[in-house]
C-alpha cells in the first residue's frame, strides 16, 4: 500500500510539472491595431495624443522601443501602432505621413 502511494504522489508531481511548463510556454497574441489622425499634444518619449475625425481623441503611452520617424509636432498627419495593455495604449511606432504630391497635368 505505501508502495502504492509513492508511485500515485510521483505521477501526480511529474503531472503537475508538465502541465505547468507547457502552460508556461504558451503566450496570448496581442494584437497591433493602427491609428491615423492629427496631432494634438506631443511629448517626446512619454506620450501622444491624436486627433482621429470629428470627434475621437485617442491618448497614447510611446514605449521606450518605440520608432518615431519624422518631425512629430501638432498639427502633423501621423500613423501610430499601437496595442492595448489593460487601459492604456502603447504606441510601438509613430510615424509622420507625408502628404503625397500630386503628379502634373492630372487634374
Given at each position: 500500500?505505501?508502495?502504492?502511494?509513492?508511485?500515485?504522489?510521483?505521477?501526480?508531481?511529474?503531472?503537475?510539472?508538465?502541465?505547468?511548463?507547457?502552460?508556461?510556454?504558451?503566450?496570448?497574441?496581442?494584437?497591433?491595431?493602427?491609428?491615423?489622425?492629427?496631432?494634438?499634444?506631443?511629448?517626446?518619449?512619454?506620450?501622444?495624443?491624436?486627433?482621429?475625425?470629428?470627434?475621437?481623441?485617442?491618448?497614447?503611452v510611446i514605449a521606450a522601443d518605440a520608432k518615431v520617424q519624422g518631425d512629430i509636432k501638432e498639427g502633423v498627419k501621423?500613423?501610430?501602432?499601437?496595442?492595448?495593455?489593460?487601459?492604456?495604449?502603447?504606441?510601438?511606432?509613430?510615424?509622420?505621413?507625408?502628404?503625397?504630391?500630386?503628379?502634373?497635368?492630372?487634374?
Open positions: 500500500m505505501k508502495k502504492l502511494l509513492i508511485i500515485m504522489v510521483a505521477i501526480f508531481v511529474s503531472f503537475a510539472f508538465v502541465t505547468g511548463t507547457m502552460a508556461e510556454g504558451k503566450k496570448v497574441a496581442v494584437k497591433t491595431m493602427k491609428a491615423t489622425g492629427t496631432v494634438f499634444a506631443y511629448k517626446a518619449g512619454e506620450t501622444i495624443t491624436v486627433k482621429a475625425g470629428k470627434d475621437k481623441v485617442l491618448e497614447f501621423v500613423l501610430v501602432n499601437y496595442k492595448k495593455d489593460g487601459d492604456k495604449n502603447v504606441a510601438s511606432a509613430v510615424t509622420v505621413v507625408v502628404p503625397k504630391a500630386k503628379a502634373k497635368g492630372k487634374k
